[in-house]
């Protein structure tokens, strides 16, 4: 049937909704509880011909007609854009609830609409089978409230919220929460503000304004793109420091593709004008072409190409800095020699290209040891250049990020050493003042730690990660309208930030809003798609919210980009719920390579040989004995770590130390932090010293938190003492199941 709009809807199409899907064609976007998914305008446009004809069989060769025009177009891409819509509808194609396939016929959408007023409007199948439910879509608040469901596997215990390093995949549950109230009106301001900016029109372009795109690299070689990109950052940031310039923080590259024209770019964006560039190098040659597009009429402002020595990188870069700030400032007294000091941090151009590829390994870790061997280069550009303070600050950005991701309390006294170092070269740099924010939020200094995010907010190209790091210690602290203010404005200075969605969805994830954490974690994979630690990081999401066919897809897109040991963990930890435990010590095996001294591996492998039945009873007991030494060495270090204790008592419990497992236990508690978590691994711990009132007490806190009905019913201990029974609710989270993870060609992708 036909749908036909009267009165209100004159203006437009009315929207079609049905389950927790809203489709607003006069708008062009697809909601699903709340949250934009982003299909190709193809795609939308079969959509809507299913829907305008709700339980009708439309033909393949009508569909090809309407929406392609059947020209040079194969069935095989309608059945493409099927796949493409079912994924953002988050449908199983074996079980539709939407859109059904007739095999060589066509398709048919067999959902229920409902109606303006919210009544349903039943839709029947062709095939006869039972109308399915009304689903009433939540209101906007309600889309962005998570379900209090755990991650399987906790980045660390005590990172503060909305981390400035980026977020790493969760191993084992960890939650970090704030007063209740605190939290609830937070995350309740933060969903209402996110909702609002994903849908509000595009800012005005202010006349004095650019957007910097990444750099294209033609040398022939993609080893060269660090050095295409690292030119656009660092131009990106020099232009950022202008007086009355307005310089869009981040371009990603999905956003530039997106938007090939260039009027359209700048209306996105809110900019006037736009600077595009090409690299190409060649032995000691270096050839940059670059363009000043104005945005309004698509015209030209200004183009040149550079033919000059290597050497002459930072001449090069500081000449068309210049050009740019020229033709939308004027001349500015001062600032040239300014923009020039601004991109000659250093003099060695060797030093500075070793630098761009330390900085590259930091911003896609597309290798499992990425942080090693950004130490490594950095380390080179020191020896190149003895006082480039910025290759300083960058290896404490890297062994800090080693020790949240690896609890290596090594990395935590490297990283401080370096940045000592750092503040001794240049002490004013908002570079090393990031560096030194970072460093001592993570290790427990708040109040230093905003010191010198105070500092480095004052600069352009660092203010994005101050706000950020900022909101971490206000919400570790509990301030959460301060948290959430900050936020706001990281956001603000770069709306399409891949970083930032993962830096959002590890702040919902620490809060238990699990959903909602998967959304921004697929927003981040769609920016960045090969970003092997936020796939990673999103399988995980799924394991905690039980949804092990959508985390093993994205597990397994982040192996096929680097095999990181956390993301082997949480795929053991699947093989493991599976009772494949061959399956699970070989890849937790593999875990403790990548990361020896990261007592969680070492646990986790003990788990798995413990629960073989082939494994040799003196492997488990050297695994859980390693996992333990290194548990008391990273505890030193980080005491507060509420699950770092827990699981040390279970340790503890499984080595034949009564007394002190239950101390610990009894401790992890007292800390107040990651509860779901901490009851898990305390219920075991108490199971283990023959107290199974106690055990059970603490699993029903467990459920209560959220975790997984997953973790508890294949959990070894829980099943050999009986337990494990299932819950009323068994098999299921609290709460609404994530969305599937995207799909790209050739193999299966995670969220």
């Known amino acids: 049937m036909e749908r036909t709009e009267s009165g209100a809807r004159n203006g437009g199409a009315a929207p079609y909704r049905f389950g927790d899907i809203v489709v607003d064609p006069a708008a062009h976007t697809l909601l699903r509880a709340g949250v934009p998914q982003p299909v ?23 569909l090809l007609d309407r929406v392609w025009g059947h020209r040079h177009v194969t069935p095989g891409v309608l059945t493409r854009v099927i796949a493409q819509l079912r994924h953002a509808l988050d449908e ?5 609830r939407y859109i059904q396939t007739r095999h060589a016929l066509g398709y048919s959408f067999i959902g229920q609409l409902e109606d303006i007023t919210g009544a349903a409007v039943a839709v029947a199948s062709e095939e006869g089978g039972e109308t399915p439910a009304a689903v009433v879509p939540p209101p906007a608040e309600a889309a962005v409230e998570l379900a209090p469901a755990r991650a399987p596997v906790a980045p660390q215990a005590t990172l503060p919220v909305w981390s400035v390093e980026e977020p790493v995949a969760p191993v084992r549950a960890s939650l970090g929460h704030w ?57 990106r940031d020099a232009l950022a420091g202008v007086k009355g310039l307005k310089v869009v923080a981040s371009v990603s590259p999905a956003t530039s593709k997106d938007v090939a024209d260039a009027r359209a770019l700048g209306t996105r ?40 020595e290597l050497a002459d990188v930072f001449d090069t870069q500081s000449d068309i800095a210049e050009e740019v700030v020229h033709a939308l400032l004027g001349a500015i007294p001062g600032e040239d020699s300014a923009l020039s000091k601004r991109l000659a941090a250093t003099r060695s151009e060797a030093a500075f290209d070793t630098y761009l ?43 800090t990020r080693r020790f949240q ?101 590890y702040q919902q994830y620490l809060d238990g809003k699990i959903p909602q954490a998967v959304a921004s974690y697929r927003r981040a994979v769609e920016l960045d798609p090969k970003n092997a630690d936020r796939w990673g990081t999103l399988g995980a999401l799924y394991m905690g919210a039980g949804n092990n066919v959508a985390a093993a897809q994205a597990l397994e897109r982040a ?23 061959a399956a699970a010590v070989a890849l937790r095996r593999q875990a403790t390579t990548l990361t020896p001294d990261d007592f969680r591996a070492w646990g986790n492998l003990g788990e798995a040989l413990r629960a073989d039945p082939a494994s040799n009873p003196a492997d488990t007991r050297k695994a859980f004995d390693a996992a333990a030494s290194r548990a008391e060495r990273y505890l030193r270090a980080k005491p507060d770590d509420a699950q770092a204790v827990a699981l040390l008592g279970l340790y503890r419990a499984i080595l034949g130390d009564p007394a002190e497992a239950r101390q610990l236990a009894v401790r992890a508690e007292a800390l107040g932090g990651q509860p779901g978590e901490v009851a898990l691994f305390n219920a075991e711990t108490f199971a283990l010293l023959d107290d199974p009132a106690a055990a059970r007490q603490r699993l029903q806190a467990a459920r209560a938190a959220g975790i997984a009905e997953t ?19 068994a098999g299921t989270s609290r709460g609404t199941e994530p969305p599937a993870p995207p799909s790209s060609a050739g193999h299966p992708a995670g969220g």
């Open 405 to 505: 991701s690896q609890r290596s309390p090594t990395a935590l006294d490297n990283a401080k050493a370096a940045c000592q170092q750092a503040e001794q070269m240049d002490p004013g740099a908002p570079e090393v003042d990031q560096a030194l924010g970072d460093l001592y939020r993570v290790a427990g200094d708040p109040e230093r730690a905003l010191q010198h995010y105070r500092k480095s907010v004052q600069a352009p190209d660092q203010a994005m990660y101050a706000h950020v790091g900022m909101a971490s210690v206000y919400a570790a602290q509990g301030h959460g309208d301060l948290a959430l203010a900050e936020f706001q404005l990281a956001l603000k200075l770069r709306p399409d930030d891949a970083y930032i969605y993962a830096s959002i969805g």
């Open 269 to 308: 964006l809110g900019v006037a004008s736009i600077l595009s560039a090409s690299v190409r190098r060649e032995g000691a040659r270096l050839r940059i072409t670059a363009r000043l597009t104005d945005t309004g009429t698509g015209f030209t402002l200004w183009s040149h190409t550079y033919d000059r």
């Open 711 to 729: 973790q508890i019913s294949s959990n070894y201990t829980f099943r050999r003492l009986g337990l494990w029974s299932p819950p009323p609710s």
């Open 357 to 399: 590829q330390g900085m590259q390994l930091l911003r896609h870790p597309d290798q499992p040891d990425a942080a090693d061997q950004a130490i490594v280069h950095f380390g080179q550009a020191l020896k190149q250049d003895s006082g480039f303070a910025r290759a300083q600050a960058g290896i404490c950005h890297a062994e």
């Open 40 to 62: 190709e305008p193809k795609a939308y446009a079969v959509l809507l011909a299913l829907l305008q004809r709700p339980g009708e069989l439309i033909g393949r060769d009508d």
């Open 179 to 235: 007063s209740a109230l605190g939290a609830i009106a937070l995350l309740a301001g933060l969903a209402a503000w996110l909702l609002i900016q994903r849908h509000a029109p595009p800012p005005g372009s202010v006349a004095a304004s650019v957007a910097v795109l990444p750099f294209v690299n033609l040398s022939g070689s993609r080893s060269d793109d660090y050095f295409a990109e690292g030119l656009a950052e660092e131009m």
């Open 92 to 96: 199983d194609p074996q079980q539709p």
């Open 559 to 581: 192996i096929e980009i680097s095999p990181a040991a956390d993301t082997l963990t949480n795929l053991g930890e699947l093989r493991y719920q599976h009772g494949d435990y």
